[in-house]
């Protein structure tokens, strides 16, 4: 790594290895030096060897892609979205959260306001480089880039994010977000898989609708309108970028690359700020959270709330700032809180 990835995976490790002891599991961590400084120093990015031991563990905790030195793309692609696909991480589950109105960019928005998760399709859409260049180079130069959407990779999205609306129960409340006005092969095969699965499946799940479009707009109008919703990989994209800046920006927003029946990999949203490298400024706790999502997925559902109650605890209480820089502490300070506090 490097960028602020080993820095803010280090703070990571630090408060789980403080959860494990007081909650009495056992955490086996195997460290990987996958990231920029390799593969400037090697050209390697994610060698198929360490892809394939990769396969045996159950968890990953990936600090952030990114590095001052490295053309933006080598490695977001590299390692990022090849351990999405190869690992068949098909859901990327992003909850957008607010733990403090002070963080909130929204006039009159609350922590009651803002708490919906997104589940992000992971494996289709416009990511799997499907599309091409004819007379490339000409003024007749066509580039293609296609949205790929199977029933089969569409409708596990869908049915992992109505039982996750169902075990989550707040509103019992899904929202597909499309485009299905526009898009009308791609987002009408996601709303005839959204309806037939919902009904014969979960007739417990309300079933709602938003265009993409209006989606950002309730984010900003009305984000308590949401509960899970469920969308396509680049609109996924698109939407919890925002969805992180009304919880409170980057620093705190956390994701899981998920596969149910194989290995997930937990990591910040955001990228890794290249320019703050090594200046003890970047802001930890997306990572940490990245950790306590880790727990909770593993099933060490105490200890990930104990983490999450306590970094809410220590945003309301301590943290000035989530932005980097501006937090009132450096980067280990903000780790050592939580952990001490923890
Ligand atoms: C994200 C990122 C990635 C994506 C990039 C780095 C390829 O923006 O995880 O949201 O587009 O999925
Ligand atoms: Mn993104």
Not at 96 to 103: A, T
Not at 176 to 193: M, P
Not at 304 to 311: L, P, Q
């Amino acid at each position: 790594m490097a960028g602020t990835g080993p820095e803010v995976t280090r703070e990571a490790v630090k408060v789980l290895e403080v959860a494990s002891q007081k909650f009495g599991f056992k955490l086996n961590f195997t460290n990987y030096d996958i990231g920029g400084d390799r593969y400037l120093r090697t050209g390697e990015i994610l060698p198929d060897s360490v892809l394939a031991e990769l396969r045996q563990f159950p968890v990953i905790l990936l600090g952030a892609i990114g590095h001052p030195d490295v053309k933006p793309g080598i490695l977001e692609k590299g390692i990022l979205l090849r351990a999405r696909f190869e690992l068949e991480q098909y859901i990327n589950l992003r909850p957008v959260k607010l733990y403090d109105e002070r963080f909130c960019p929204l006039k009159d928005k609350k922590p009651e306001h803002i708490d919906f998760v997104v589940v992000r399709e992971n494996n289709e859409g416009l990511y799997t480089g499907a599309g091409g260049f004819v007379f490339k180079g000409t003024p007749h130069e066509v580039a293609l880039q296609e949205s790929v959407n199977t029933r089969r990779g569409v409708e596990r999205c869908l049915r992992y994010a109505f039982e996750y609306t169902r075990k989550r129960n707040k509103d019992k409340k899904l929202t597909l977000s499309g485009k299905t006005n526009v898009l009308t092969y791609a987002f009408d095969l996601w709303e005839r898989a959204f309806h037939e699965v919902g009904a014969k499946d979960f007739p417990d799940i309300k079933r709602d609708y938003a265009h993409v479009d209006a989606t950002t707009m309730w984010f900003v109008k009305n984000p308590e309108w949401f509960d899970v919703i469920v969308t396509d990989n680049m609109f996924g994209d698109i939407i919890t970028d925002l969805g992180a800046m009304i919880q409170g920006g980057m620093g705190i927003a956390a994701g899981g690359n998920i596969n149910p029946q194989g290995t997930s990999m937990f990591e910040p949203i955001g990228g890794s700020a290249p320019k703050y490298t090594n200046q003890g400024v970047i802001n930890p706790l997306a990572a940490i959270c990245a950790g306590q999502m880790l727990l909770d997925f593993v099933g060490e559902t105490q200890a990930a709330k104990a983490i999450e109650t306590t970094v809410i605890r220590t945003v309301r209480e301590q943290i000035k700032s989530l932005a980097a820089g501006k937090m009132g502490y450096t980067t280990s300070q903000v780790g050592d809180l939580i952990a001490g506090a923890l």
